[in-house]
């Protein structure tokens, strides 16, 4: 099982040595999913990283949401136990934000039952403009698991929040589900990117680079 790796180029600095990349963005098909939750993190990059994982009604230190009611999920279909974190607080919500713990540099969530069109924004920043386009996105209603969304921050950035906004809304708002929450003031290990994906990556950075220094002549 390999990511798919979307990179974003959030803050471009022209005048520095290099260009920065403010925040990654990855997304791993449901084939990621295991109900061996150990081999799953390996699978994610995820190991050291604090796991939230919805089965209580706690949340761990420092992690807040905007909406959610717990919904129950038999075995197998949540990401982890038997219970997933759900966008409705009262009524289904449109957006839904994490407010996550202070010098948080890693996140990761898994998600489930969208079938709509969502942005996701980072501090405010539209890192993702729907999910439903992202390579290995699954769309569907109910006990689908859509992938794992996963998100690091780079040059200093820190990951404050981070909000999921149904941007389509024909006559009802979705219920999406969330699980499997991952936070680390620590980066990821890296994960290795596919070879069409590192060319990929070396072909735009060549390209930032002769934009950003032209040869004179
Ligand atoms: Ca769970
Ligand atoms: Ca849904």
């Known amino acids: 099982m390999k990511p798919s790796h979307i990179f974003l180029c959030i803050a471009l600095a022209l005048g520095g040595?290099?260009?920065?990349?403010?925040f990654t963005v990855e997304f791993f098909d449901n084939s990621v999913f295991s109900t061996n939750t150990n081999t799953m993190d390996v699978a994610l990059g995820l190991t050291g990283h604090t796991i939230e994982d919805?089965?209580?009604?706690?949340?761990?230190s420092?992690?807040?949401l905007s909406a959610g009611g717990f919904q129950s999920r038999t075995g197998g279909t949540a990401w982890d136990g038997v219970r997933v974190r759900s966008n409705l607080s009262g009524s289904h919500q449109l957006s839904t934000t994490f407010t996550l713990p202070s010098s948080t540099l890693s996140f990761g969530v898994?998600?489930?039952?969208?079938?709509?069109?969502?942005?996701?924004?980072?501090?405010?920043i539209i890192v993702v403009s729907n999910l439903r386009n992202l390579s290995g996105f699954t769309?569907?209603?109910?006990?689908?698991k859509n992938g794992y969304l996963k998100i690091e921050?780079?040059?200093?950035?820190?990951?404050?929040?981070?909000?999921?906004?149904?941007?389509?809304?024909?006559?009802s708002i979705d219920q999406v589900e969330f699980d499997h929450l991952a936070?680390?003031?620590a980066l990821s290990s890296p994960v290795v990117p596919e070879p069409q994906t590192f060319i990929l990556s070396l072909l735009a950075l060549?390209?930032?680079?002769?934009?950003?220094y032209p040869k004179k002549g």
């Open 17 to 22: 040595i290099s260009p920065l990349l403010a």
């Open 54 to 60: 919805f089965e209580d009604g706690s949340l761990i």
């Open 62 to 64: 420092g992690l807040s």
């Open 110 to 124: 898994g998600l489930q039952n969208f079938d709509r069109d969502y942005s996701v924004k980072v501090n405010g």
């Open 139 to 144: 769309s569907g209603n109910g006990t689908t």
């Open 153 to 171: 921050a780079e040059n200093g950035e820190i990951i404050n929040n981070v909000r999921f906004d149904q941007t389509s809304n024909t006559g």
């Open 183 to 185: 936070v680390s003031n």
């Open 206 to 212: 060549s390209f930032i680079w002769r934009a950003t």
